[in-house]
């Protein structure tokens, strides 16, 4: 029982970090965008 419960911490710890780095992607994508379309209207 013990195995499984640090299985799945060790599984919710990996999922938690690449959550975060497909934030960090999506913000970064969407803050390149919007500069491009601002630059676009300037």
Do not use: E, K, P
Not at 7 to 35: E, K, P, Q
């Amino acid at each position: 029982m013990q195995t499984i419960s640090n299985g799945y911490r060790g599984l919710s710890l990996l999922l938690d970090l690449n959550l975060d780095r497909l934030f960090s992607v999506v913000a970064i994508g969407g803050a390149l965008m919007a500069g491009a379309y601002l630059g676009s209207i300037l």
